[in-house]
């Protein structure tokens, strides 16, 4: 099942759009047998820092044409807990095989960044090294609890990103057990940094129990401070692949 994305405004709308017509089934590669756990990386003590191979973007433009294995083994060794790529082609530069060969060089748990719209995208998560799929509320709306069934179905965790009170509203109704609050508006592409601890603290005042990552807009260690004792984790890209050095940038920001 499909959400329906002519509702969805903006370039997140312009994106999900394009997705949803790509999406063709083939039959994929074998699914390695067992990949790490996300959520489990991000459970260890203090923040965990997932680190995102990004290399361009609608806010952006061209960010950095960095080896995405070259990338994720400097996140390995700056202390990521986890490794987010990105994998759509035309607004962020990405690509399945981008994750297949970040799954084989380094060991931490992988995200697949994209923006799904298909269930076949779950799959092919799968068979191509995530241990985790990113699910959009503001994409899928009233599915989302149907995606997240598909994707526990496959063996996947699911990290259900919203923005609003209403989309975590509705993450939490559909039974999400890690919430991403992303500080920035993916209609505007305007940054707010206290979407995340002001929508986090209501996610807890509401018992959610669950994984908490905040994303979007961190470049300085000041920024994490206010996610101190409320977040389990950080997501953060376009600062680390812009820094000349990605191990020392994430120490910089967390070590
Ligand atoms: O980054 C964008 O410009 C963007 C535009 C439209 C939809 C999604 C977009 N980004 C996805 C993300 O949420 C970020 O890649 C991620 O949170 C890291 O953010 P940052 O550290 O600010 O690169």
């Not at 960095?66 to 990338?71: G, S």
């Not at 601890?197 to 401070?225: D, H, I, M, Q």
Request: glycine content about 8%; charged content about 25%.
């Amino acid at each position: 099942m499909r959400p329906h994305l002519s509702r969805v405004p903006g370039v997140l709308g312009e994106i999900a759009r394009r997705r949803a017509e790509e999406v063709v089934p083939y039959p994929l590669p074998p699914a390695p047998k067992t990949v790490p756990s996300f959520r489990e990386a991000l459970l260890q003590p203090g923040l965990s820092v997932i680190a995102e191979v990004k290399k361009s973007s609608p806010s952006e433009g061209a960010i950095r044409a960095l080896d995405p294995v070259a990338a994720s083994l400097a996140y390995q060794r700056g202390g990521a807990r986890a490794i987010s790529v990105l994998t759509e082609p035309h607004y962020f530069g990405g690509s399945l095989e981008d994750l297949l060969r970040v799954r084989q060089a380094v060991d931490l748990p992988l995200l697949r960044k994209d923006f799904v719209v298909d269930p076949f995208m779950l799959k092919e998560a799968r068979a191509y090294g995530a241990s985790a799929v990113l699910l959009i509320v503001a994409l899928l709306g009233e599915l989302t609890g149907v995606y997240l069934e598909e994707a526990r179905r496959l063996g996947l965790d699911a990290l259900v990103e919203v923005h609003t009170e209403r989309e975590l509203e509705l993450a939490l109704e559909a039974g999400a057990e890690m919430v991403g609050i992303n500080n920035r508006n993916l209609t505007t592409l305007q940054i707010d940094l206290t979407t995340a601890p002001r929508l986090g603290r209501l996610a807890r005042e509401a018992g959610f129990g669950g994984v908490l990552v905040a994303e979007s807009g961190y470049s300085r260690r000041e920024e994490l401070r206010p996610l101190e004792g409320l977040f389990d984790a950080v997501l953060i890209g376009t600062s680390l692949m812009k820094s000349p050095d990605l191990e020392e940038a994430l120490r910089a920001l967390v070590g």
